[in-house]
Structures are given as structure tokens and as C-alpha cells.
């Protein structure tokens, strides 16, 4: 089968094994594979060896339809069609654990649809449901919210019971967007004041959860922002790793703040994971309330001008990659 392969200097498509199912996995014929950032960090392995690395298959998110089930699997069968996480899935084929896949919930979704909504439901549900102890009526403010997960995270808020959510973009088009995913209020982060503003937009009070995916300078701006009491997610860090941190103003508002990452969780913990957020969101899928604009969509044989789109990182919403159906 066709797979892209990590090597020296960046990757290619290649001709790999084709993958089977093992006792509790799901074989999938891969329709259309989502972009994500985490992809990036694979495809630098190859040249500086940290990620990934030379013969790594990267895509952590694809759909297409079951070819294959392990003994173990229920629920499950060929021919359905559903969407996945896992690892290896920018692929004709790909296996993922059967925790880890969920069907497609209508007929009239299609595969590239489809393939936007796996890692930004878990990893939002989980972040302010879970993690995050979302209260109905609280703010929320979702740092980076112009991303897929950016707009899955407003739209979980505020169907989750948030009375005000926040969402933060440096770039004005897609602010002025941001109100037709669950925002009620867009703030420019890029803005030395914008902690002020949110704390206005909150009532004063300050922001009962912040959902960043940025970290980096914005880690301080944070708890400025934050309410007494309050609490902040730490799921990205694309503005980067280090900063300076007022540990001073942390513990002056007593501010419960939680690093999480799928990266260190067991098979057991991400399908827990997925059972929740399905036994909360499942309806709103089915209908469509819930969804992902899609920026861009390129032939999987073009993957290098999709894996560049995101590199820009002009895009609004999900960078899809489709193979022939």
C-alpha cells in the first residue's frame, strides 16, 4: 500500500506493508486523513531526529470504512464506515485500537466531513468537561480558537452550558468568524490588554476556564485573566514550551492549572475518554450541530502542498487529504 514515510530530508510516498488488525484493533480503508500540527513534529523527525523519525508513518486522524476487525472488537464490523485516531493513518490502510473509533453518524457525512471531528471531540470534551469541571453558567476562553480544536472547543462550551465564551485570534478575518462557533465575544490576543478585556467580557469577575492551546508569553496574560478559583488547560503549546511564570499571581488567586496530553494516557484512559464525550455529544453529531469548516482539501498524492498550507498557518478549520473512493 501507499504510505508516507519520513526520511532524511523531509518524506515521501511510498510503497509500505499493508497493516492487520491485532485482537483489539479495527483495520480501515482510509478515505480521507486529517492534518494536525502534532504531524509536523513527525515530519521533522526525519531531519533533526527528534520525533518521529526515518521510517515513521505519520496522521493521527482518518476515516474511511472497516475492512477488518480483531477477535476482541465488538461493536464494530466491515463495511462500516467510521472515523479514528491513533498513529500511521496518512495510508491507504490503517489499524487503531477500537477505542479510538467511532461511526460516522449519519449517511450524509462524508469521509472528508467526517475526518475533521475525531481528536478535536475527545481532546476538547475531555479538557473542559473532565479535566476543566465545566460549571453551567461559567465563561470559558479558548486561546488559539480560530483552529479546528479552537472551534471544536467553543461549540462543546457552549452547548456544555457555558453562558460566555471567549474566543481569542490574532487576525481579524477570522475573529470577525468566531461568532458562528459558539463565541459570544472575539478578543485580539495579540493586544498587551486583552487579559483586561476578557476579564470585562467576564463581568468582571475574571475567566472561570481557560482552554490554552497557545502557552508560552501567554502562560502569565493567563492568570491575569483568570478568575479567583479559576482554572486553565494547558492542551497546546504553539506559541512555545518556555516563559517566564508569575507563580506569585498564581497563588494569589488560587488557580487550579493541568497540563494533559494523549501522549502519556493508556489504552484504558483514551477510550474512557471517547465513551464520554459520545455519551455527551453524540446527538449534536448526528445532527450536525456540531462541525468543523473544512479550509482546504488536496489529493493525497499532493499531501506536500496540504502539509504546507498548515506550515503557513493561514487556514481556518481542518486541511483535508482524500484518497479515491
Partial sequence: MKAVVVTKSGFEIAEVAKPSAGPDQVL????????????????????????????????????????????RVRGFKPGDRVMCSGSAGYAEYAVADWGRVIDIPNASMSFAQAVT??????????????????????????????????????????????????????????????????ADVAIDNSDPKWPQHAIEAS?????????????????TQNLEACAILGRIVNVGRMAGR???????????????????????????????????ALGDLAPHLESGKLSLPIDSTFAFADIAQAFERMRTNKHFGKIVATLDE
Fill in 28 to 71: 480501515v480503508k482510509v478515505r480521507a486523513c486529517g492534518l494536525n500540527r502534532a504531524d509536523l513534529g513527525v515530519l521533522a523527525g526525519g531531519a533533526h531526529g527528534n520525533v518521529g523519525g526515518v521510517g515513521a508513518i505519520p496522521g493521527i486522524e482518518w476515516a474511511g470504512e472497516v475492512v477488518e476487525v480483531g477477535a
Fill in 117 to 182: 471531528l475525531p481528536i478535536a471531540i475527545k481532546t476538547m470534551h475531555n479538557a473542559i468537561v473532565t479535566v476543566g469541571e465545566l460549571k453551567k453558567g461559567e465563561t470559558v476562553l479558548v486561546q488559539g480558537a480560530s483552529s479546528g480544536v479552537g472551534l471544536m472547543a467553543m461549540q462543546i462550551a457552549k452547548l456544555m452550558g457555558a453562558k460566555t465564551v471567549i474566543g481569542t485570534s490574532t487576525t481579524a478575518e477570522r475573529r470577525s468568524q468566531l461568532t458562528k462557533f459558539g
Fill in 203 to 219: 463581568g468582571g469577575k475574571g475567566v472561570d476556564l481557560i482552554i490554552d492551546q497557545l502557552s508560552g508569553p501567554f502562560g
Fill in 242 to 276: 518556555f516563559a517566564e511564570f508569575d507563580f506569585d499571581l498564581h497563588a494569589l488567586k488560587r488557580i487550579k492549572y493541568t497540563g494533559v496530553t494523549f501522549r502519556t494516557r493508556s489504552v484504558e484512559e483514551v477510550r474512557s475518554i471517547t465513551s464520554l
